[in-house]
């Protein structure tokens, strides 16, 4: 394999950040004792420890995941943009957030920060990070938005400015699509692949500011939206719209191909869904809700009014590509 001290690096850094998104969600939880401290261990080498809280008071769901694997043939659902790595040996490190809220105010939200390298005959070592964190309302909120893509932009902009800010923002909405359904999955926010901003350290230190934007945003967007009265109605269109978080996962997410392909633990994958979620034939009760989200919401927009190339300023021209 590479080096050691690549992995041994990002290793204590991923545990560290699983113990800092675990702290911000008991804050709003007001307690950390429903989060179970699950460790376990992969046939091929390592493990990994998963933080999940279920039925909270305030968190329905609440997945925290670190991995660290050892495996002697990679994936194939890792090597997209290099098949020549097929069936490699690899190491995996990697923290997966989910949270699924009670209230249908407050957004779900998933964010994912990720190491792996692995050796071939043609290249002795090749390393790569990925990551990103997006946002999926029920209700949307202009001023969350906007939050949520600032943080985005702050954690780019030591690295690469606004240009690579639009570039991994294009990358999430085209990413977290469902093509069956012709809609996007959430608000978009930040993905990214087979990355390395220069050199090791300088890319380590970006995932590093990725998942800790996610933290200061996320916690300021559940800060505003966990105190907004809710009921049956609002509820039922949760459960609803849940079914698409669902559908993605299942039918698209690249991550939990990956997961489930290199053997990892099947239920810290599938952690990620949420624990109740509806599918009805007829249109949903809050049909002006759906409404308003499909219509200003879930489509690539501008919201930091940025402008230039790449950007959707506030037309119903462009959208998603599948």
């Not at 850094?13 to 804050?27: G, I, Y």
């Not at 879930?298 to 919201?303: A, G, Q, S």
């Amino acid at each position: 394999m590479s080096d050691p001290r690549h992995h041994e690096r990002v290793d204590p850094l991923f545990r560290a950040l699983q113990e800092e998104v675990v702290a911000m969600l008991a804050r709003h939880e007001g307690t950390e004792e429903g989060f179970r401290d699950d460790r376990w261990e992969h046939p091929g080498g390592g493990g990994g420890r998963g933080r999940v809280l279920d039925e909270g008071r305030i968190l329905e769901r609440a997945a925290v995941n670190f991995s660290h694997i050892e495996g002697a043939l990679l994936p194939a659902a890792a090597t997209r943009r290099r098949p020549h790595l097929a069936g490699a040996p690899f190491r995996a490190l990697g923290l997966s957030v989910i949270v699924h809220p009670r209230n249908p105010y407050a957004p779900t939200s998933h964010c994912n920060v990720r190491f792996l390298e692995t050796t071939s005959k043609e290249e002795p070592e090749t390393l790569w990070f990925g990551g990103g964190f997006d946002l999926t309302p029920c209700y949307g909120f202009e001023e969350d938005c906007r939050l949520w893509h600032e943080a985005a932009l702050d954690a780019c902009r030591p690295y690469g400015g606004l240009e690579l800010y639009r570039r991994y923002k294009d990358w999430c909405d085209r990413y977290f699509y469902l093509p069956h359904r012709r809609e996007p999955r959430g608000v978009g926010g930040l993905f990214f692949d087979d990355c390395m901003l220069g050199t090791f350290e300088r890319t380590l230190d970006f995932v590093t500011a990725v998942a800790r934007a996610y933290i200061r945003a996320y916690d300021a967007i559940l800060a505003r939206r966990l105190p907004f009265p809710w009921g049956p109605r609002e509820r039922a269109f949760q459960l609803y719209r849940r079914g698409r978080y669902v559908e993605f996962n299942l039918l698209h997410d690249r991550g939990t191909r990956f997961g489930l392909e290199s053997g990892g633990r099947t239920e810290s994958i599938l952690a990620s869904l949420p624990p109740l979620a509806r599918w009805v034939y007829a249109p949903p009760a809050e049909e002006h809700a759906e409404a308003d989200l499909l219509g200003r919401y879930l489509r690539p927009r501008d919201w930091l009014g940025l402008g230039g190339e790449g950007s959707d300023p506030d037309s119903d021209e462009g959208g998603p590509v599948p």
